[in-house]
T-cell receptor
Framework: NAGVMQNPRHLVRRRGQEARLRCSPM?????VYWYRQLPEEGLKFMVY????????ESGMPKERFSAEFPKEGPSILRIQQVVRGDSAAYFC???????????????FGPGTRLTVT | AQSVTQLGSHVSVSEGALVLLRCNYS??????LFWYVQYPNQGLQLLLK??????LVKGINGFEAEFKKSETSFHLTKPSAHMSDAAEYFC????????????FGTGTRLTIIP
């Protein structure tokens, strides 16, 4: 049973370009979370999605960032017109989304390390 | 709202010595608490979790943590440190039902001295 998959693992973009980060949740999981880890800091929540729905995007910067989790295919975190401050590790996590709710563990992917030059 | 404070961004212990990593939390609902470990350039792996029931929770790799409501703490311990325990450790608290996002502490980097 494959774990959470993220690609690419490393991404280099020049200032002003777009970055697309992909996350395939574990099989059977319908809840996806994106977190950002800045250098020497902990993980910060960005957005929580279920299939075709954004449940909570309170951690997303107001501009340039967007996320989706379509009915088919991976979840995508999109960053437009990247700036150096966007350089970070972006982690995706998934959970089953069943009735056990809060007791469910979130399973993390290996992360995408974005470098903006 | 939830928050987590991890005291000590860097902790060094000798191999074979006790490991104690501190975590205090704040939560507006009964807390669900987690400890994760992160090895260099890798994702997070769950060590253990507390949801309800027994307050002493045992996890993988010999780690355990005790939930103390009166102290709002969830400290992580291991009786005898091993070189392979060197990593970054994160304490996290979970949000309310329906929005189970994790709020993380800033992490503690554990170094093991041979």
């Amino acid at each position: 049973n494959a774990g959470v998959m993220q690609n690419p693992r490393h991404l280099v973009r020049r200032r002003g370009q777009e970055a697309r980060l992909r996350c395939s949740p574990m099989k059977g999981h319908s809840h996806v979370y994106w977190y950002r880890q800045l250098p020497e800091e902990g993980l910060k929540f960005m957005v929580y999605l279920q299939k075709e729905n954004i449940i909570d995007e309170s951690g997303m910067p107001k501009e340039r960032f967007s996320a989706e989790f379509p009915k088919e295919g991976p979840s995508i975190l999109r960053i437009q017109q990247v700036v150096r401050g966007d350089s970070a590790a972006y982690f995706c996590a998934s959970s089953p989304g069943g009735t056990s709710g809060r007791t469910e563990e979130q399973y993390f992917g290996p992360g995408t390390r974005l470098t903006v030059t | 709202a939830q928050s987590v404070t991890q005291l000590g961004s860097h902790v060094s212990v000798s191999e074979g010595a006790l490991v104690l990593l501190r975590c205090n939390y704040s939560s507006s609902v009964p807390p669900y608490l987690f400890w994760y470990v992160q090895y260099p350039n890798q994702g997070l792996q769950l060590l253990l979790k507390y949801t309800t029931g027994a307050t002493l929770v045992k996890g993988i790799n010999g780690f355990e943590a005790e939930f103390k409501k009166s102290e709002t703490s969830f400290h992580l311990t291991k009786p005898s440190a091993h070189m392979s325990d060197a990593a970054e450790y994160f304490c996290a608290v979970k949000g309310n039902f329906g929005n189970e996002k994790l709020t993380f502490g800033t992490g503690t980097r554990l170094t093991i001295i041979p």
